[in-house]
Nanobody
Framework: QVQLVESGGGLVQAGVSLRLSCAAS????????MGWFRQAPGKEREFVAA????????CVAETVKGRFAISRDNAKNTLYLQMNSLKPEDTAVYYC????????????????????WGQGTQVTVSS
Protein backbone atom coordinates (compact mmCIF):
# COMPACT_ATOMS: atom_id res chain seq x y z
CA GLN A 1 0.00 0.00 0.00
CA VAL A 2 0.99 3.59 -0.47
CA GLN A 3 1.82 5.61 2.65
CA LEU A 4 0.23 9.06 2.93
CA VAL A 5 1.16 12.02 5.13
CA GLU A 6 -0.93 15.19 5.19
CA SER A 7 0.35 18.63 6.12
CA GLY A 8 -0.66 22.27 5.91
CA GLY A 9 -3.52 22.41 8.38
CA GLY A 10 -3.83 25.02 11.08
CA LEU A 11 -5.94 27.60 12.87
CA VAL A 12 -7.08 30.41 10.59
CA GLN A 13 -9.72 33.10 10.43
CA ALA A 14 -12.72 32.92 8.16
CA GLY A 15 -12.11 34.16 4.66
CA VAL A 16 -8.47 33.21 4.32
CA SER A 17 -6.89 30.46 2.24
CA LEU A 18 -4.95 27.33 3.10
CA ARG A 19 -3.28 24.71 0.96
CA LEU A 20 -3.13 21.16 2.23
CA SER A 21 -0.52 18.74 0.93
CA CYS A 22 -0.42 14.97 0.98
CA ALA A 23 2.94 13.31 0.41
CA ALA A 24 2.84 9.75 -0.91
CA SER A 25 5.52 7.08 -0.65
CA UNK A 26 5.98 3.37 -0.98
CA UNK A 27 4.19 2.77 -4.27
CA UNK A 28 3.89 4.44 -7.67
CA UNK A 29 1.82 7.53 -6.93
CA UNK A 30 0.60 7.92 -10.48
CA UNK A 31 -1.12 4.53 -10.31
CA UNK A 32 -3.59 5.87 -7.76
CA UNK A 33 -6.62 8.07 -7.96
CA MET A 34 -6.61 10.36 -4.93
CA GLY A 35 -9.18 11.98 -2.72
CA TRP A 36 -9.70 14.32 0.19
CA PHE A 37 -12.25 13.65 2.91
CA ARG A 38 -12.98 15.46 6.14
CA GLN A 39 -14.56 14.71 9.46
CA ALA A 40 -15.87 17.29 11.89
CA PRO A 41 -16.43 16.49 15.58
CA GLY A 42 -19.58 14.44 16.04
CA LYS A 43 -20.17 14.11 12.31
CA GLU A 44 -19.70 11.45 9.68
CA ARG A 45 -16.72 11.55 7.38
CA GLU A 46 -17.60 13.36 4.18
CA PHE A 47 -16.17 13.53 0.70
CA VAL A 48 -14.45 16.78 -0.27
CA ALA A 49 -12.68 16.27 -3.60
CA ALA A 50 -11.03 13.65 -5.78
CA UNK A 51 -8.79 13.46 -8.82
CA UNK A 52 -8.01 10.62 -11.17
CA UNK A 53 -4.54 9.32 -12.01
CA UNK A 54 -3.79 11.71 -14.84
CA UNK A 55 -5.58 14.79 -13.44
CA UNK A 56 -8.02 14.53 -16.32
CA UNK A 57 -11.03 14.18 -14.02
CA UNK A 58 -11.69 16.06 -10.80
CA CYS A 59 -14.70 15.81 -8.51
CA VAL A 60 -15.63 18.36 -5.87
CA ALA A 61 -18.38 18.25 -3.26
CA GLU A 62 -21.18 20.77 -3.68
CA THR A 63 -20.45 22.19 -0.22
CA VAL A 64 -17.01 23.39 -1.32
CA LYS A 65 -17.44 23.86 -5.06
CA GLY A 66 -16.06 27.19 -6.21
CA ARG A 67 -13.88 27.51 -3.09
CA PHE A 68 -11.76 24.34 -3.02
CA ALA A 69 -9.63 22.85 -5.78
CA ILE A 70 -7.77 19.55 -5.92
CA SER A 71 -4.59 18.98 -7.88
CA ARG A 72 -1.66 16.61 -7.99
CA ASP A 73 1.95 16.60 -9.03
CA ASN A 74 2.90 13.08 -10.03
CA ALA A 75 6.55 14.05 -10.38
CA LYS A 76 6.59 15.11 -6.72
CA ASN A 77 4.29 12.32 -5.47
CA THR A 78 2.10 14.96 -3.89
CA LEU A 79 -1.60 15.73 -3.73
CA TYR A 80 -2.92 19.20 -2.94
CA LEU A 81 -6.12 20.78 -1.74
CA GLN A 82 -6.35 24.53 -2.24
CA MET A 83 -8.96 25.93 0.11
CA ASN A 84 -10.12 29.49 -0.41
CA SER A 85 -12.70 31.64 1.40
CA LEU A 86 -12.65 29.31 4.37
CA LYS A 87 -15.72 29.18 6.59
CA PRO A 88 -16.15 28.01 10.19
CA GLU A 89 -18.12 25.03 8.87
CA ASP A 90 -14.98 23.86 7.07
CA THR A 91 -13.47 23.05 10.46
CA ALA A 92 -12.55 19.36 10.45
CA VAL A 93 -9.77 16.85 10.27
CA TYR A 94 -8.83 16.48 6.61
CA TYR A 95 -7.67 13.13 5.29
CA CYS A 96 -6.13 12.21 1.99
CA UNK A 97 -6.73 8.76 0.53
CA UNK A 98 -5.48 6.66 -2.37
CA UNK A 99 -7.54 4.40 -4.61
CA UNK A 100 -5.97 1.82 -6.89
CA UNK A 101 -9.17 1.07 -8.77
CA UNK A 102 -11.33 4.17 -8.64
CA UNK A 103 -11.96 5.94 -11.93
CA UNK A 104 -15.31 7.75 -11.96
CA UNK A 105 -16.61 10.47 -9.66
CA UNK A 106 -19.37 8.10 -8.55
CA UNK A 107 -16.84 5.68 -7.12
CA UNK A 108 -14.32 8.27 -5.95
CA UNK A 109 -16.92 9.98 -3.76
CA UNK A 110 -17.21 6.81 -1.68
CA UNK A 111 -14.77 6.11 1.12
CA UNK A 112 -14.86 2.37 0.52
CA UNK A 113 -13.19 2.90 -2.86
CA UNK A 114 -9.94 3.90 -1.18
CA UNK A 115 -7.18 1.51 -0.16
CA UNK A 116 -4.92 3.77 1.90
CA TRP A 117 -5.53 6.72 4.21
CA GLY A 118 -3.34 9.30 5.86
CA GLN A 119 -3.46 10.22 9.53
CA GLY A 120 -5.20 13.53 8.93
CA THR A 121 -4.45 17.21 9.46
CA GLN A 122 -6.60 19.53 11.55
CA VAL A 123 -8.11 22.63 9.97
CA THR A 124 -9.83 25.04 12.33
CA VAL A 125 -11.56 28.14 10.99
CA SER A 126 -12.57 30.80 13.48
CA SER A 127 -15.32 33.33 12.81
Amino acid sequence: QVQLVESGGGLVQAGVSLRLSCAASGRTFSNYAMGWFRQAPGKEREFVAAINRSSGITCVAETVKGRFAISRDNAKNTLYLQMNSLKPEDTAVYYCAAALHGTSCVSLKQGRTYDSWGQGTQVTVSS
